[in-house]
């Protein structure tokens, strides 16, 4: 079987990671250490300051990243009820939320997923990062983009 493939103008470069969202980070944390040595993890309170905040609603997560071999695991706690991870959890249960992939042409990567008609879901800043979730489909994935590299100037 052969099906016809576009080539797309952009290269996938780097998967950043995989985005879990969780009730409990303490509690995933401490069972996966029982399973994997994983190093200590990072653990941030996050609620985006409202000139931050793009698209969606303003929310607080407990984001703890975890390195697992050559993985990067972001485990997503929702600390209210507005986050896009506490509406998951609540209509789907814990579990896998989203695949992020680092870039380093945001604007481009943005304006081909809103191009091609995805949602937007969120956009905001995370450490000075910019970051958005888009709802694609086909395929059904939520699908994080992450400016984890210099911009162009």
């Known amino acids: ?73 972001e485990l997503l706690q929702p600390l209210d009820d507005r986050s896009i991870w506490s509406k998951f959890i609540a209509e789907k249960g814990e579990g896998i939320h989203h695949i992020a992939f680092g870039v380093s042409n945001y604007d481009d990567m943005v304006e081909k997923f809103r191009s091609q008609g995805h949602k937007m879901l969120v956009s905001a800043v995370f450490n000075g990062d910019r970051w958005c979730y888009f709802d694609t489909a086909p395929g059904g994935a939520v699908i994080e983009l992450r400016e984890e590299y210099a911009r162009k100037v």
């Open 1 to 73: 079987m052969s099906w016809k493939l576009e080539n797309g103008p952009f290269q996938l470069t780097n998967l950043s990671h995989v985005g879990i969202a969780v009730k409990d980070a303490e509690k995933t944390v401490q069972f996966l250490s029982t399973i994997w040595n994983i190093a200590s993890p990072e653990i941030y309170d996050y609620e985006p300051k409202k000139e931050e905040l793009f698209v969606g609603q303003s929310f607080k997560a407990r984001l703890v990243w975890l390195t697992l071999g050559p993985l990067r695991i």
